[in-house]
């Protein structure tokens, strides 16, 4: 006795899973790129500043990153989610922030992002 459809309901069933992992990994990953370009901005600021230590650092480093963050069109990080800190007698620059897609109408994701970068 040969079973008659079985293979092609399969086929639909992984085609649908397939396409809303695709779909949901289209809009998730732009959020994980953005933290990537906010470390590197981190990383790019303190590296600007590292010579240049002075009395004002921690708001030169904050006007650098605004800057940095322009340039890259970093939109989920406001100046208000940068902390400028000491560690072991090294600056830190620390960002904690959330970023937000939308997946479907009122359907979002929301990723929790915590990066420091400490100066050497």
């Known amino acids: 006795m040969k079973v008659k459809g079985f293979f092609n309901i399969t ?8 396409a809303f992992i695709a779909y949901f990994g ?3 990953a732009p959020m994980y790129f953005e933290n990537y370009q906010v470390k590197n ?3 790019q600021a303190l590296a600007q500043q590292q010579n240049k230590i002075t009395v004002g650092t921690g708001q030169a480093l904050l006007i650098t990153l605004v800057k940095l963050f322009q340039v890259n069109q970093i939109t989920s990080v406001k100046p208000n989610d940068v ?3 000491q560690h072991d007698g090294h600056l830190t620059l620390s960002v904690d922030y959330n970023a937000s897609a939308t997946l479907y109408k009122n359907l979002s994701v929301v990723a929790h992002f915590q990066t420091e970068v400490v100066a050497q």
Do not use: P, S, T
């Not at 086929?11 to 397939?18: A, E, K, N, R, T």
């Open 11 to 18: 086929l639909i069933i992984f085609l649908v899973m397939f």
């Open 83 to 85: 902390k400028v800190g």
């Open 41 to 43: 901005a981190l990383q």
């Open 26 to 28: 289209i809009k998730v």
